[in-house]
């Protein structure tokens, strides 16, 4: 979202400013083959599940396989956001800021990205013992 709708930042911007519209054409092409290459990752996953609980391997719950989604979206904000905007310091959050407020975007982010995570770990344990409980109603 931060990539495509807000424009906020970019894959390349730190080393391709957005100054120009073809810098802004260039990171933008950039994000969607970026975000092209993640869906399909996530498309493959969800298949994987979908495949392995319709063979009724686990027992599969919407509560277990959202917080399956949320904990895999926070966890991959939380590596990024380290990775990209701290260590190598790649692009920021929101840097449309004045450049003193990125690492505020940037911590919020990682809060973000692990409160997702912990409530997506919450709700797949939830969905667990749910599912697990044998009363065949699966929440």
Same mark, same amino acid.
């Not at 990125?102 to 911590?107: A, M």
């Given at each position: 979202m931060?990539?495509?709708l807000l424009q906020w930042h970019h894959m390349a911007?730190?080393?391709r400013p957005v100054n120009d519209v073809q810098s802004l054409? $260039? #990171?933008?092409?950039?994000?969607?083959a970026f975000h092209a290459a993640t869906y399909i990752f996530i498309v493959v996953g969800?298949?994987?599940l979908w495949r392995d609980a319709a063979r009724g391997r686990r027992p599969w719950s919407l509560r277990r396989f959202v917080g399956c989604l949320l904990c895999g979206f926070g966890a $991959? #904000?939380?590596v990024e956001g380290t990775i990209n905007h701290h260590i190598l310091g790649l692009h920021h959050v929101n840097e449309t800021a004045p450049p003193a407020h990125?690492?505020?975007?940037?911590?919020g982010f990682l809060i973000w990205g692990a409160a997702m995570a912990f409530a997506g770990f919450g709700m797949m344990r939830q969905g667990r013992r749910r599912a697990g409980s044998g009363s065949g109603r699966q929440v």
């Open positions: 931060l990539h495509q911007s730190s080393w054409e $260039f #990171n933008t092409t950039l994000d969607g969800v298949v994987l $991959f #904000n939380l990125w690492p505020y975007w940037d911590i």
